[in-house]
């Protein structure tokens, strides 16, 4: 009859693989454990699910091999056995994840670690596919492929990959139990293993080569997590691309969306700029265009001229380019001669292509440099959330922000919490804890890129590489924090923004 505890507890490796339980480590973890030799350690048995084990010596388990494999198992009151393990689902989920994990609020229902909840029936489609929360680049479980599955890595290799601890944490699992774990996975992908005509299985969840499908190609920037191809920031994937659809008039509001020949992109909309007019898919000057003369759609006849909305038999003082008559020192369409039409949102001017008084030229746009967020004080120059431009200087937020009551509680809710910045082995060595964040933020250099960047230049939002992590953008290495999806909201990014803008201050 199988046992109903484990002395070794695989159900708290599968349940905090992927992130830390709620103290932020698995040290709590009351079971015994492998100790060097392979031998148990005492725990308090039965405080969470119990450890039962049996007193008479020579105990073995119905497997029997397991134990054999495990080297044997003791605890404080005599050898003890280890239930078989059987690689399927159901047999996981009954001997593993519900006794040693479910029930000892770690990704059990309710407040479940990175909102992994294992106690459900549906557990399997929580892993199977799905990226990790805490290391780019890997799904939780591949099928098919133990050595592409996060899962396997954690339980398997003594320094797993993105850091943190193998495990069990303080203990190794038998090798039988982590071969059962790594035949579970490989019957996952008996005749469905994707290789995308190679000879290996790929994870589409995250492999950017073969992203959600084989051969789908995230752009250059993008990272691919969980089947789709996530670009930095508020960009789109569009074909090889990340694009801002907002403001690309080349992908304005949807991909492929391409505005009109004058016109521009703005909210995600196109509109012809200046003196133009939108007739159709077109942007034209019903003052000089000869199919659209006064009204979009009124044609001049054949041997007519479009002369200031009127159809006329001659220019007079104007030029006449075609069947149009312009002033050539204005117009957007044949600026200095025929033909010279000026780009999207520039204005003719004394025969010259450019920007309205009182606006500069940045890319193929007329900003305000004295008031532009994007563009504050000189091209390119952007303000960072939160913050305003004004008289061409970035302002920080007018309410005073504090890095305990503000700051803090963020980066607590939003990087700690799933044991990715906590614990004995934080994520590329960086604690976000209580008590730690600030002297590991401000002044510090990013673990992450090379030229010294810092990670919380004080006053310098522009400077700070925390910034540029929050956002997604100007990224030396790895994606967007916290992880796509879970971005920090409007109001706290302006929080931290402000926190920085305005010295970032221990107070």
């Not at 492999?207 to 960009?235: F, I, K, L, Y």
């Not at 969306?257 to 196109?270: D, E």
């Not at 990670?455 to 310098?460: Q, S």
């Not at 999806?485 to 305005?502: F, P, R």
Request: charged share 10%.
């Amino acid at each position: 009859m199988r046992t109903p505890h484990l002395i070794v507890t695989l159900g708290a490796v599968i349940g905090c693989f992927n992130s830390a339980c709620s103290d932020g480590s698995i040290d709590s973890f009351s079971g015994p454990r492998l100790g060097a030799g392979g031998a148990a350690t005492a725990g308090s048995a039965g405080a969470t699910g119990g450890i039962a084990t049996s007193p008479n010596a020579g105990a073995t388990s119905t497997g029997g091999s397991a134990a054999s494999a495990a080297g044997g198992l003791m605890s404080s009151g005599g050898s003890g056995t280890l239930p078989a393990c059987e690689p399927t689902a159901q047999s996981i989920h009954d001997t593993i994840i519900v006794p040693s994990c479910t029930q000892r609020s770690c990704h059990g229902a309710g407040q479940a670690a990175a909102a992994l909840d294992l106690s459900t029936t549906d557990w399997t489609s929580k892993l199977v596919g799905v990226s990790s929360s805490t290391c780019d680049g890997w799904a939780r479980v591949v099928p098919g492929s133990p050595a592409q599955s996060f899962l396997y890595e954690k339980i398997s290799n003594p320094m797993p990959a993105c850091g943190g601890d193998r495990m069990p944490s303080g203990g190794v699992l038998p090798d039988a139990y982590v071969q059962c774990v790594a035949d579970w996975i490989t019957s996952l992908g008996q005749g469905s293993c994707e290789t995308c005509g190679g000879s290996a299985c790929v994870s589409l969840p995250t492999d950017p080569n073969h992203c959600g499908t084989c051969d789908r190609v995230c752009p250059a920037t993008a990272a691919c997590d969980s089947g789709q191809c996530v670009c930095p920031g508020a960009q789109t994937a569009c074909g090889s691309t990340c694009v801002d659809l907002t403001s690309d008039p080349d992908d304005c509001g949807s991909c492929g969306n391409v505005c009109a020949a004058g016109a521009t992109c703005s909210a995600g909309k196109c509109a012809c700029s200046g003196s133009l007019s939108a007739c159709g898919t077109s942007c034209v000057d019903l003052g000089s265009d000869a199919a659209h003369c006064g009204a979009c759609g009124s044609a001049c006849a054949a041997g007519e001229v479009c002369s200031q909305g009127k159809c006329t038999s001659g220019c007079g003082t104007l030029m006449q380019c075609g069947a149009s008559c312009v002033d050539v020192q204005t117009s957007v369409t044949n600026c200095g001669s025929c033909g010279n039409a000026c780009a999207a949102g520039l204005t003719c001017a004394k025969g010259s292509c450019g920007c309205a008084a009182g606006l500069n030229q940045c890319g193929t746009s007329c900003v305000n440099l004295q008031t532009d967020g994007q563009n504050c004080g000189m091209c390119g120059t952007s303000c960072g959330p939160g913050s305003t431009c004004s008289s061409g200087q970035c302002q920080c937020g007018s309410t005073s922000i504090s890095f305990a009551s503000d700051v803090q509680p963020i980066f607590t809710a939003a990087c700690t919490a799933a044991g990715c910045h906590s614990g004995t082995k934080p994520k590329e060595n960086l604690s976000l804890v209580a008590g730690k964040a600030y002297d590991e933020l401000v002044g510090v250099t990013s673990a992450e890129c090379s030229g010294g960047r810092k990670l919380v230049t004080a006053a310098d939002v522009r400077q700070s590489y925390l910034v540029d992590k929050l956002l997604g953008t100007n990224l030396c290495s790895g994606s967007q924090m916290p992880k796509a999806g879970q971005s920090l909201s409007a109001a706290d990014l302006a929080k931290v923004s402000d926190w920085i803008c305005q010295g970032a201050k221990r107070n």
